[in-house]
């Protein structure tokens, strides 16, 4: 086999192999696990800014349901934690999925720089929610010295709200009605957040099975490069018309 044929076969291969590798599963499934991320973290901080105007809404309105003349009485830490863990996995996934698909920077399926970049924002990001599930689990069950906006509305909600406190007829709206809401936000948030993490670990996997696999092929690529000719350069030649890469009257 001539040397300017098998540069030829070898540029084909590798053309061919590259654009199998951006239409693998696992890249594929990288991808999904990194916009489904973006799209929780996205619910994760509209619930939770929801529930938080909410607060401060009716507490400025002197709603004696959140406890106005107290209002050290609650911790909004876990609220605040939850919003920035959410906009930090928008942000590293983002990019993860810019890089990804800007086809000028070379991060296609399989190359270390993709694996790299992969590991290291799922890295991030799954840290990042951690913290924040930690810290508002710990403030959750901290007791009732003070309360959080999930423990508060969750012990004080019912399915059908008080009667509206009326107070010199100052307000008709200091009433437990939007507590509910609170609560089913709260709770969605925080778990939606742990929903981030399992994602993230299973990016991180898929993005370290998907660099392995294609370690292997090319290192058996390069070993078949090595053996002898079989007598199949009529084949491969035909191959390479078809795919265009292999001028038709080189012989």
Not at 59 to 77: E, K, Q, R
Not at 126 to 149: C, D, K, M, P, Q
Not at 217 to 227: E, F, N, P, S
Request: glycine residues 6%.
């Amino acid at each position: 086999m001539s040397p300017e044929y098998r540069a030829t076969l070898r540029k084909s291969q590798l053309l061919s192999a590259s654009d199998v590798q951006d239409r693998h599963p696992l890249r594929l499934a990288s991808l999904l696990l990194s916009l489904l991320s973006i799209c929780l973290s996205g619910a994760i901080i509209g619930t939770t800014a929801d529930a938080y105007s909410i607060y401060h809404k009716e507490s400025n309105a002197m709603n004696p349901w959140w406890l106005p003349l107290w209002p050290d009485h609650f911790d909004t830490g876990g609220a605040r934690s939850l919003i920035g863990a959410g906009a930090g996995v928008i942000l590293f996934n983002g990019i993860y999925v810019a890089l990804s698909l800007t086809p000028k920077l070379n991060f296609h399926a399989g190359s270390f720089r993709a694996m790299l970049s992969a590991v290291m924002f799922s890295t991030a990001s799954a840290l990042l929610a951690l913290v924040s599930i930690v810290y508002s689990a710990i403030l959750n069950r901290s007791g009732r010295s003070r309360e959080t906006i999930q423990t508060w509305t969750c012990r004080f909600s019912t399915g059908i709200p008080l009667s509206s406190i009326d107070i010199n007829d100052a307000d008709k709206n200091l009433t437990n009605d939007s507590f509910q809401k609170v609560c089913a936000e709260s709770r969605f948030a925080f778990w939606a957040l742990v929903a981030v993490v399992i994602l993230q670990a299973l990016l991180f996997c898929t993005s370290i099975a998907q660099w392995s696999t294609s370690f292997w092929a090319r290192t058996r690529r390069t070993l078949d490069d090595g053996r002898p000719d079989t007598g199949t350069e009529m084949e491969s030649q035909k191959d390479l018309k078809l795919s265009g890469e292999f001028p038709k009257n080189s012989y």
